[in-house]
């Protein structure tokens, strides 16, 4: 018996060294270089894998920008600093960008919505948009979460059926646009704290749009009159150019923001301290804005 035991484990050990012998051997035939550039590529950026450069992950990023397929500048979530990081690991410079963030494109509560019908499906907007007479706007947002429940980072949720932006929590990552079935939400550019963006995306004329919304934009072209190109309205609806938009010439977008009878030109973002002086003895409503320049995914993904 002690015999059979003694070979059993002589057998068990034989097999353990000859396993790690094999293994060793295996880790050095087959071991893949890495650049020690990549590698740093990699630990630079956040690990949050969001999808907002494009591509599927963090790696797959890093590994774009390491064969110059992609710019430094795309990870939304690092922001200008993982940026610079990048930038030096790569022996490049940054180019200026903008940070964008994601700007839902109607700003009525669902009280402010006619023509609404009980709704018994599922609820979710991509299932609720396949039904018709869910409510009488079928431009505006639904109000049923998708965008709310794709947001890794907790910055936009529904209130009074309508999704509103976390700015201070929003890091641009594209999310809640890619899960909007209506493409209500789009990714701006701010070029500053708050910018100016149009909260409206319901293409119908006038009539139309106050039979359905009490806060829609009528197309009067108001705006697009008080402003030397900067706003265009096409298809009833207006949109701001954003490459002319220029935060230091405020007064044309003033003169349009006074001028818009709906009141559908908002600024949205984070308010300044001189902002939130001006009304801090006032009940000011929120109002989420909207910009239709965009109302498809543009996003190119890799891998």
């Known amino acids: 018996m002690l015999i059979l035991i003694i070979l059993a484990g002589s057998t068990m050990l034989l097999l353990t060294v000859l396993a790690g012998y094999v293994l060793g051997w295996a880790n050095k035939a087959f071991h893949v270089h ?23 992950g ?14 430094v500048n795309k990870c939304t979530v690092g922001g200008g600093a993982c940026a610079e990081t990048l930038a030096r690991i ?18 009525a509560s669902t009280e402010q919505r006619l023509k609404r019908n009980p709704y018994q499906g599922e609820r979710t907007c991509a299932a609720a948009n396949l039904v018709a ?16 429940r794709s ?10 059926g309508l ?20 493409h209500v939400i789009t990714m701006v550019p701010f070029k500053a704290e708050r910018m100016l963006v149009v909260a409206c995306s319901n293409k119908d004329f006038g009539k139309d749009v106050k039979a ?7 197309g009067c072209k108001a705006c697009e009159r008080a402003t030397a190109g900067l706003i265009k ?35 949205l973002g984070r308010p300044s301290e001189k902002d939130l002086a001006a009304v801090a003895e006032q009940d000011v409503p929120v109002v989420v804005t909207p910009d239709p320049q965009t109302t498809v995914d543009k996003t190119e993904w890799h891998g």
């Open 90 to 107: 790569m022996g490049v410079e940054v180019q200026q960008s903008w940070p964008f963030r994601a700007v839902v494109h109607c700003g």
């Open 233 to 267: 309205v096409t298809d009833n609806i207006p949109s701001v150019d954003y490459d002319k938009y220029d935060p230091a010439k405020f007064h044309d977008v003033e003169v349009a923001f006074t001028k818009c009878p709906m009141k559908r030109l908002v600024f």
């Open 133 to 148: 007479g869910v409510q009488g706007c079928t431009y505006g947002c639904m109000g049923m979460g998708d965008c709310e």
């Open 58 to 71: 963090c790696n797959d990023y890093a590994a774009g920008v390491f064969n110059g397929e992609v710019a």
């Open 212 to 218: 359905v919304c009490k806060v829609g934009c009528m």
């Open 163 to 182: 999704a509103r932006v976390d700015y201070d929590k929003c890091t641009g990552c594209g999310a809640c646009e890619r899960a909007c079935p209506r």
């Open 34 to 56: 890495v650049d020690p550039k990549l590698e740093q590529l990699q630990a630079a950026l956040p690990g949050a894998n969001c999808g907002g450069c494009g591509y599927v």
């Open 151 to 160: 947001c890794s980072f907790d910055a936009i949720h529904v209130v009074d």
